[in-house]
């Protein structure tokens, strides 16, 4: 598949992007959290898959993950930098209730239906999403790629050990390291302040 | 086993649904919490409009770098006679150097060139190649491609030049190349002959026009008022449903209120009314065709104003009156800065499908009434 893409093999390249959209929408939404941004830097990682698929090297899903996160990566930060750079331009043409119900809006769209009637757990959704985004954004590349393709693509150990060229060792130390950084920043430093989890 | 394969162990027990030992210790016990959390994100689903919006741009992207290619291998320099001359021989290897450094800096002229924005001072480089490598393209068929593809490079340009946040002019002159590529696209593929070939270079466009219209669409939030009547103007030329505002009356009334009423079309659930560019008021009446709206008389402006709407999904409209107009009387029509949705004729093939919309049924009235004056310069003219 990814040779066939790398020829720019347009059903080729459209099946990449099924198969990786959910992983990377999830995590541009983590870091970026306004939908509104998210669609373009989502549509900007995979149009730059198009675009530089002949410089990717790897010929394995991991890798290719690794790849796109990274391209992901440096979209959020631009994408970060032109939002405070227009913010500081633009005049705000609704009000500011508006603003917040479109706000509110924009951030119910993509949750899960059930918390849409529950705004106390639409509530504590947002917060939790908003701290992953800022504890994930914390981590090194490396320690992103891991415990993104890990938990959210479903990638083995031995599947990122080959992406990122290490032993497997070294991946689950980087494991260990991004998780505890995770566990510090989302405050689940001791037992009594873990929060309520999905599974894994 | 040391830690980092411990916690790894109790997580792939978990992976894998199976019974997993209560963590030894805190620190494992948070770092399982902590991907507990993070595999929530799991949760989320991707909004398949939007899913459908990205692939069909994708697949415009991978079609354009397809054709890009062949147009490189056709288009292509041939090596000449001189340049398979031996180079042993010191004058032509000082000539052949100097050509090289020639030709060197004008690669890198074109390429710089190629990456170039409208308002950029190689942009006139980039037209200009374009323009040479359509006029030397003989076959029709090929000619609309490289008209469509060049199109596709429009598109991605002005996206570019909004991302970039660059000046109302450099935007306004992005934007006026995609609607010249458009309009020049669509009379390319409509002079070709009925067959098959024809049919896929116009499914290809209708592709590329629908790639266009969802830019243009996902870059109203990102501009200002004055663009954003730009880019509605050009979505109306797409056969998107876009607002038009084509009367404005406005009476005073009692304690201190004037009540506005806009007739038009294709006003929104939920659409705003502007005045002077600011939302005023509250919206007392919304179909599709009228919107009345109650000003305080604090916010109702003297002399010549603009009313305008904005819809929930971005596009505006807008139309200019004088002072001498606002006690119930209808609009100059030289004045109007209304955003018109032009005729279907303006739009072969493009207006057809792509959300059941009834903007391009319209018989070029509103268009006719409201842009005529102000076809493309509307909105920068305010």
């Given at each position: 598949?990814?040779q066939?893409?790398?020829?720019?093999?347009?059903?080729?390249?459209?099946?990449l992007?099924?198969?990786?959209?959910?992983?990377?929408y999830r995590?541009?939404?983590?870091?970026?959290r306004?939908?509104?941004?998210?669609?373009?830097?989502?549509?900007?990682?995979?149009?730059?898959?198009?675009?530089?698929?002949?410089?990717?090297?790897?010929?394995?899903?991991?890798?290719?993950?690794?790849?796109?996160?990274?391209i992901a990566?440096?979209?959020?930060?631009?994408?970060?930098?032109?939002?405070?750079?227009?913010?500081?331009?633009?005049?705000?043409?609704?009000?500011?209730?508006?603003?917040?119900?479109d706000?509110?809006?924009?951030?119910?769209?993509?949750?899960?239906?059930d918390?849409?009637s529950?705004?106390?757990?639409?509530?504590e959704?947002?917060?939790?999403?908003?701290?992953?985004?800022?504890?994930?954004?914390?981590?090194?590349?490396?320690?992103?790629?891991?415990?993104?393709?890990?938990?959210?693509?479903?990638?083995?150990?031995?599947?990122?050990?080959?992406?990122?060229?290490?032993?497997?060792?070294?991946?689950?130390?980087?494991?260990?390291r991004?998780l505890?950084?995770?566990?510090?920043?989302?405050?689940?430093?001791?037992?009594?302040?873990r929060?309520?989890?999905?599974?894994? | 086993?040391?830690?980092?394969d411990?916690?790894?162990?109790?997580?792939?027990q978990?992976?894998h649904?199976?019974?997993?030992?209560v963590?030894?210790?805190?620190?494992?016990?948070?770092?399982?919490?902590?991907?507990e959390?993070?595999a929530?994100?799991?949760?989320?689903?991707?909004?398949?409009?939007?899913?459908?919006?990205?692939?069909a741009?994708?697949?415009?992207?991978?079609r354009?770098?397809?054709?890009?290619?062949?147009?490189?291998?056709?288009?292509?320099?041939?090596?000449?006679?001189?340049?398979?001359?031996?180079?042993?021989?010191?004058?032509?290897?000082?000539a052949?150097?100097?050509?090289?450094?020639?030709?060197?800096?004008?690669?890198?002229?074109?390429?710089a060139?190629?990456?170039s924005?409208?308002?950029?001072?190689?942009y006139g480089?980039?037209?200009?190649?374009q323009q040479?490598?359509?006029?030397?393209?003989n076959?029709?068929?090929?000619?609309?491609?490289?008209?469509?593809?060049?199109?596709?490079?429009?598109?991605?340009?002005?996206?570019?030049?909004?991302s970039?946040?660059?000046s109302?002019?450099?935007?306004?002159q992005a934007?006026?190349?995609?609607?010249?590529?458009?309009?020049?696209?669509?009379a390319?593929?409509?002079?070709?002959?009925?067959?098959?070939e024809?049919d896929?270079?116009?499914?290809?466009?209708?592709?590329t026009?629908?790639?266009?219209?969802?830019t243009?669409?996902?870059?109203?939030?990102?501009?200002?008022?004055?663009?954003?009547?730009?880019?509605t103007?050009?979505?109306?030329?797409?056969?998107?449903p876009?607002?038009?505002?084509?009367q404005?009356?406005?009476?005073?009334?009692?304690?201190?209120?004037?009540?506005v009423?806009?007739?038009?079309?294709?006003?929104a659930?939920?659409a705003?009314v502007?005045?002077?560019?600011?939302?005023r008021?509250?919206?007392?009446?919304?179909?599709?065709?009228?919107?009345?709206?109650?000003?305080n008389?604090?916010?109702?402006?003297?002399?010549t104003?603009?009313?305008?709407?904005?819809?929930?999904?971005?596009?505006?409209?807008q139309?200019t009156?004088?002072?001498?107009?606002?006690?119930?009387?209808?609009?100059?029509?030289?004045?109007?800065?209304?955003?018109g949705?032009?005729?279907?004729?303006?739009t072969?093939?493009?207006?057809?499908?792509h959300?059941?919309?009834?903007?391009?049924?319209?018989?070029?009235?509103?268009?006719?009434?409201?842009?005529?004056?102000?076809?493309?310069?509307?909105?920068?003219?305010?």
């Amino acid at each position: 598949m990814i040779q066939r893409a790398r020829q720019h093999n347009e059903e080729a390249l459209v099946t990449l992007y099924q198969r990786a959209l959910p992983v990377i929408y999830r995590y541009v939404l983590a870091r970026v959290r306004r939908p509104d941004l998210v669609e373009d830097v989502v549509a900007d990682v995979f149009l730059v898959m198009v675009e530089s698929i002949s410089d990717l090297r790897a010929d394995h899903e991991a890798g290719f993950y690794a790849w796109l996160l990274q391209i992901a990566q440096g979209k959020i930060a631009r994408a970060w930098w032109h939002r405070k750079r227009s913010e500081a331009h633009l005049v705000p043409l609704l009000s500011q209730d508006d603003a917040e119900m479109d706000d509110a809006r924009w951030m119910a769209e993509p949750m899960a239906t059930d918390l849409a009637s529950n705004p106390a757990a639409l509530q504590e959704w947002r917060e939790t999403l908003e701290e992953l985004g800022l504890a994930l954004g914390s981590l090194t590349t490396e320690q992103q790629i891991v415990v993104i393709g890990r938990f959210l693509a479903g990638q083995s150990i031995e599947d990122l050990a080959r992406a990122l060229n290490k032993q497997p060792g070294a991946v689950r130390a980087l494991q260990f390291r991004a998780l505890g950084t995770l566990a510090e920043r989302l405050g689940f430093a001791s037992p009594a302040r873990r929060r309520k989890g999905g599974r894994i | 086993m040391n830690r980092e394969d411990h916690l790894d162990h109790l997580i792939e027990q978990r992976l894998h649904g199976r019974f997993s030992p209560v963590p030894e210790n805190d620190d494992d016990s948070a770092r399982i919490g902590a991907a507990e959390a993070l595999a929530q994100l799991n949760e989320i689903e991707v909004p398949p409009d939007m899913a459908a919006r990205i692939e069909a741009r994708i697949r415009a992207k991978a079609r354009a770098h397809r054709n890009g290619r062949i147009v490189m291998i056709e288009g292509g320099p041939r090596p000449s006679a001189d340049a398979r001359r031996p180079l042993y021989r010191r004058p032509w290897m000082i000539a052949l150097t100097a050509a090289a450094v020639v030709v060197l800096a004008c690669v890198g002229v074109l390429r710089a060139a190629s990456a170039s924005l409208p308002g950029d001072f190689l942009y006139g480089v980039k037209q200009f190649e374009q323009q040479i490598a359509l006029t030397t393209t003989n076959n029709p068929a090929d000619r609309a491609r490289l008209q469509i593809s060049n199109l596709q490079g429009d598109i991605s340009d002005l996206e570019a030049e909004v991302s970039q946040g660059r000046s109302d002019d450099d935007i306004t002159q992005a934007l006026s190349v995609v609607a010249t590529e458009t309009r020049d696209s669509q009379a390319a593929v409509a002079s070709l002959p009925a067959g098959a070939e024809r049919d896929a270079i116009q499914q290809s466009l209708e592709e590329t026009l629908g790639n266009e219209r969802a830019t243009l669409y996902q870059l109203l939030p990102s501009v200002d008022w004055s663009m954003r009547l730009a880019f509605t103007q050009q979505l109306g030329v797409l056969g998107a449903p876009v607002p038009t505002i084509t009367q404005v009356t406005a009476v005073e009334g009692s304690n201190d209120a004037w009540t506005v009423r806009l007739t038009g079309t294709n006003f929104a659930s939920g659409a705003h009314v502007l005045i002077n560019g600011t939302p005023r008021g509250t919206v007392r009446q919304n179909t599709s065709t009228e919107l009345v709206v109650e000003v305080n008389g604090s916010d109702w402006p003297g002399g010549t104003y603009t009313v305008g709407v904005l819809n929930p999904d971005g596009t505006a409209a807008q139309i200019t009156q004088k002072g001498d107009d606002q006690h119930g009387g209808s609009n100059d029509g030289d004045d109007h800065g209304g955003q018109g949705t032009p005729g279907p004729g303006s739009t072969p093939g493009s207006g057809d499908d792509h959300d059941g919309d009834d903007g391009s049924g319209e018989p070029g009235g509103s268009g006719g009434s409201s842009s005529g004056s102000g076809s493309g310069d509307d909105g920068s003219s305010h």
